[in-house]
């Protein structure tokens, strides 16, 4: 059973430009959380998803950050015009359906380092 | 709102000394679990262990132990005998109640020196 899947591992961004990242999460997931690892941080929780739905958005920026978890295929966190700032570690986790959740457990990928340049 | 406080943000060892990783937090939960992460060098998350709030007794794995403090709210991590392959940064995390939002803690970077 392959675990949580992220695509790219590394990507260069310049400035102005877009960065999608990509994560399939394991074989009968349906939760999907995203979070946020600045340079010498915490993890940082950014949104949960379920198929096509966004759960809870209380991490996300208000400007540039979108994501989305569509019917078919992967969750896509999508950033705008990419700033400096935006140099972190993203990291993608699934779970379980609640009901077959065990103990608040989540998966994590082994997230996809974006550059600003 | 849950925290997380990890007051160590860096130890250095010599091989084969024990270490002990301090994590205290807050929540108005009454059920909970805590979680420990070891993020090595390669930048992935490692999961180590996951404890209810039910059970207090220690835990030992191998050259790890944990000891839960329900009163203290604390939940601190021994390596004994550390070894080089021990260094990484080691996260303390707590989900909220519905589980959908793991809070971390903002982590504790172990060197342990030949």
């Known amino acids: 059973n392959a675990g949580v899947m992220q695509n790219p591992r590394h990507l260069v961004r310049r400035r102005g430009q877009e960065a999608r990242l990509r994560c399939s999460p394991m074989k009968g997931h349906s939760h999907v959380y995203w979070y946020r690892q600045l340079p010498e941080e915490g993890l940082k929780f950014m949104v949960y998803?379920?198929?096509?739905?966004?759960?809870?958005e209380s991490g996300m920026p208000k400007e540039r950050f979108s994501a989305e978890f569509p019917k078919e295929g992967p969750s896509i966190l999508r950033i705008q015009q990419v700033v400096r700032g935006d140099s972190a570690a993203y990291f993608c986790?699934?779970?379980?359906?609640?009901?077959?959740?065990?103990?608040?457990?989540?998966?994590f990928g082994p997230g996809t380092r974006l550059t600003v340049l | 709102a849950q925290k997380v406080t990890q007051a160590q943000t860096e130890i250095s060892v010599v091989e084969k000394e024990d270490v002990t990783l301090d994590c205290v937090y807050e929540t108005r939960d009454t059920t909970y679990y805590l979680f420990w992460y070891k993020q090595p060098p390669s930048g992935e998350l490692v999961f180590l262990i996951r404890r209810n709030s039910f059970d207090e007794q220690n835990e030992i794995s191998g050259r790890y132990s944990w000891n839960f403090q329900k009163s203290t709210s604390s939940f601190n991590f021994t390596i004994t005998a550390s070894q080089v392959v021990d260094s990484a940064v080691y996260f303390c995390?707590?989900?909220?109640?519905?589980?959908?939002?793991?809070?971390f803690g903002g982590g504790t970077r172990l060197m342990v020196k030949p």
């Open positions: 995390a707590l989900p909220n109640n519905a589980g959908n939002m793991l809070t």
């Open positions: 986790a699934s779970s379980p359906p609640m009901w077959a959740a065990q103990e608040n457990e989540q998966f």
């Open positions: 998803l379920q198929k096509e739905n966004i759960i809870d």
